[in-house]
């Protein structure tokens, strides 16, 4: 296979409700879409980076500077046959997995194309629908809060994430649990506690919670592993698994009990493939977290998680959760807590409307061999 063409393109949506977190919140966002062209195939990509470096530190503009003057020019006219082949050619670059995942997303789908299957397929996803869940910002009107989960659990949502931040957190999730006895429900810090919080964070152990999703600082494993022989609450590593090592250090350490695996967090589907396996083969319990994808990479999120390995509902809901329009067809949606993975259609199952993209452009280049 021969990528002739990469085109990106900066693609600006507005959220319908802005989203808050512990360390970040958006009303828009600015994800890159790749678009790859070659061998008479069209294959499209979503780097779903965050405007600013509060999460991981990538940003749009570092991954547009990434990825089209190392990345893109890496892999434009040059022979590969699979995506870790793809993936080679520019592993030059260290770090920098939002910027790579864009591009490793599209190869994928390239691939799945060049194969006649769906990207689901190219995966080795074998789901049929995938379990899906919702991850609601944060509320701090705990009867808005709760007449918002009420409307998610209503649309037949089956898991509710809520995320949780200091002067947020225990009493918003005894008021949630006490409304909701029986729902899957689970807490995401955002990294904004640290080890000297452990006796605070020890009252969610009375309220069976699912896990809690990083409670500490990004980069630490020694603190998380101190944390889980304190509390019975599972924890689960979201930003700390960057790599397949990461994940290795996280079960030797034992740092906690589940991961939450994002593509575009971890440089792309071969990562995301490798930590899932590794993962269900020690006994963690995976899911695929989101990025507020646009259709390209939510599609790319639902192949994810047609993995065996992705065992536990996710964050990837329906698009409507977040826009009004996306920009692909049909819409992606979730039906009684499920989104069905249409392994009739080949490559991503749900196809980019290039005249949406198009009106919601800021920047485009080109890059040729
Ligand atoms: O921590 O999982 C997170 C969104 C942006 C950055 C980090 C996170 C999130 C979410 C939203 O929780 C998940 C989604 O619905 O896409
Ligand atoms: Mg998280």
């Known amino acids: 296979m021969k990528i002739e063409r990469v085109t990106l393109s900066v693609v600006v949506m507005s959220l319908h409700t802005p989203f808050k977190a512990s360390t970040h919140g958006a009303d828009a966002l600015r994800h890159i879409l790749v678009k790859l062209e070659g061998d008479g195939i069209t294959a499209w ?25 190392f990345l893109a020019p890496a892999v434009v006219g040059k022979e590969w046959s699979d995506p870790y082949e793809f993936a080679r050619l520019y592993e030059r670059t260290k770090g920098n997995g939002f910027a790579k995942s864009g591009l ?6 390239f691939a799945a194309r060049a194969n006649g299957r769906s990207l689901s397929a190219e995966l080795g996803g074998t789901r049929p629908e995938i379990l899906s869940g919702v991850s609601l910002g944060i509320q701090r009107d705990l009867d808005k809060l709760i007449a918002t989960i009420q409307k998610y659990v209503d649309q037949g949502y089956r898991r509710v994430k809520m995320k949780i931040a200091p002067g947020f957190d225990v009493e918003p999730v005894r008021a949630v649990r006490e409304r909701f006895p029986d729902l899957a429900v689970m807490a995401d810090a955002n990294s904004a506690y640290r080890l000297a919080d452990a006796d605070h964070l020890r009252q969610l152990d009375a309220f069976d919670l699912m896990m809690i999703e990083q409670p500490l600082e990004w980069d630490d494993m020694v603190n998380h592993a101190q944390l889980q022989t ?24 034992k740092a906690g009990k589940v991961i939450n695996i994002k593509a575009p967090r971890v440089g792309g589907f ?3 493939k490798a ?9 963690i319990g995976v899911w695929c977290g989101g990025m507020h994808e646009f259709g390209v990479g939510r599609a790319g999120a639902v ?8 065992d536990l509902p996710g964050d990837i809901s329906g698009s409507d959760k977040y826009f009004d ?7 992606i949606l979730a039906e009684n807590g499920a989104i069905r993975v249409p392994t009739e259609r080949v490559g991503l199952g749900w196809e980019p409307v290039e005249g949406r993209i198009a009106a919601r452009t800021l920047a485009t280049d080109v890059i040729t061999a």
Do not use: Q
């Not at 924890?235 to 990461?246: G, K, W």
């Open 45 to 69: 990509g979503e780097c779903a980076a965050p405007t600013e470096p509060y999460y991981m530190g990538e940003t749009t503009e570092t991954c547009w500077h990434i990825m089209k003057d």
């Open 104 to 109: 490793e997303m599209a190869a994928w789908d």
């Open 230 to 253: 304190m509390m019975t609450t599972p924890i689960c590593l979201d930003e700390s698994v960057r790599t397949v090592a990461d994940a290795r250090r996280m079960i030797d350490s």
């Open 270 to 272: 071969g990562e995301a």
């Open 275 to 283: 930590i899932a396996e590794l993962a269900a083969a020690n006994g």
């Open 303 to 310: 192949a994810l998680c047609s993995l065996a390995a992705f």
């Open 325 to 331: 329009e996306d920009i692909v067809e049909p819409v």
